[in-house]
């Protein structure tokens, strides 16, 4: 027998998918322009912010089409006017 899930349950889940794909994006950037202004820019800070804003913008579009396929209703859930 299945256990029925609820749209509320689902969408929790796909925010904590989302926090944790952005601790890694947010963290990965932040390392890539750490390592490249290091290695390539004399220590400026702006590799750094660029790729701290790289990783951010990554999870955020990643993290907007995965709650959206959750909202949105599908046809086959619609309501359908009869006229």
């Not at 994006?25 to 590799?47: C, D, E, H």
């Not at 701290?52 to 209703?73: K, M, N, P, Q, S």
């Amino acid at each position: 027998m299945a256990v029925p899930t609820f749209k509320e349950d689902e969408l929790g889940r796909r925010w904590d998918k989302c926090l944790a794909d952005a601790v890694i994006k947010l963290s990965g950037g932040l390392v890539i322009g750490a390592v490249s202004s290091l290695l390539l820019f004399k220590r400026r800070s702006w590799p750094v912010v660029l790729g701290t804003g790289f990783g951010i913008g990554l999870a955020y579009g990643h993290c907007e089409r995965d709650v959206a396929t959750v909202l949105t209703v599908s046809h086959s859930h619609a309501p359908q006017n009869k006229a």
